[in-house]
């Protein structure tokens, strides 16, 4: 599975848009991108999940570049209760079974 | 309705002794992984079971092992506690665990090895 890169930590203020990108090279064709958020002391939970182009839902959009060697999870006019860790994931359809966690992003939001 | 659910939420043991954590998948969710997070670390993939079969072994040593019930609720069993097994233990459920499901995780089990 492709590995993913994606940066330690951000800061933001409320009511602004942040965007975190995560690149990740090796990414097979037949994998999807796919981003969780974690708070503290709780599983993980599913934000957004993409392959090409751009797909959004009612919590984030996901835009992915035509080469899909990076993509970006952008959340809008983020509040306080967004603060916590991003994973951006690779899921393979064959190996799907097995998420592969990297450190995440930690976000902070700012009053 | 009820997501994953996990027993217990907390745990204290000594070094040496067993340990088992136990899942609730959720309704019709037929797949079920364990994961194990340390503290400033993102999960790592433990074992996934589908329909009582093993499916997936991550790398960790013997002394973890697991199962699945017929009604698919696991068990993750953990023999012979070491300081370093002290973490949250995470268990995801999905349909068939086969695809791009979506996994569903549960709260966690943290577990604290004195």
């Known amino acids: 599975l492709a590995k993913t890169t994606q940066p330690i930590s951000m800061d933001s203020y409320e009511g602004q848009e942040v965007n975190i990108t995560c690149s990740h090279n090796?990414?097979?064709?037949?994998?999807?991108i796919t981003w969780y958020q974690q708070f503290p002391s709780q599983g993980p939970r599913f934000i957004i999940q993409?392959?090409?182009t751009k797909v959004t839902n009612e919590v984030a959009s996901l835009f992915i570049p035509a080469d899909r060697k990076s993509s970006t999870l952008s959340l809008p006019r983020v509040s306080l209760s967004d603060t916590a860790v991003y994973y951006c994931?690779?899921?393979?359809?064959?190996?799907?079974?097995?998420?592969?966690f990297g450190s995440g992003t930690r976000l902070l939001v700012r009053p | 309705d009820a997501g994953v659910t996990q027993s217990p939420t907390h745990l204290i043991k000594t070094r040496g002794q067993q340990v088992t954590l136990r899942c609730s998948p959720i309704?019709?969710?037929?797949?079920v992984s364990w994961y194990q997070q340390v503290l400033g670390q993102g999960p790592q993939f433990i074992f996934q079971?589908?329909?009582?079969?093993?499916?997936g072994r991550g790398n960790f040593p013997d002394r973890f092992s697991a199962r699945q019930f017929p009604n698919y609720s696991s068990e993750l069993n953990v023999n012979a506690l070491l300081l370093g097994d002290s973490a949250l233990y995470l268990c995801?459920?999905?349909?068939?665990?086969?695809?791009?499901?979506?996994?569903?995780f549960g709260p966690g089990t943290r577990l604290l090895v004195l």
């Open positions: 079971y589908y329909e009582k079969e093993e499916r």
């Open positions: 090796n990414i097979a064709t037949n994998d999807y």
């Open positions: 995801a459920s999905s349909l068939q665990g086969v695809g791009q499901e979506t996994q569903y």
């Open positions: 993409g392959y090409k």
């Open positions: 309704s019709g969710h037929k797949s």
């Open positions: 994931l690779v899921v393979g359809v064959d190996s799907s079974y097995k998420l592969i």
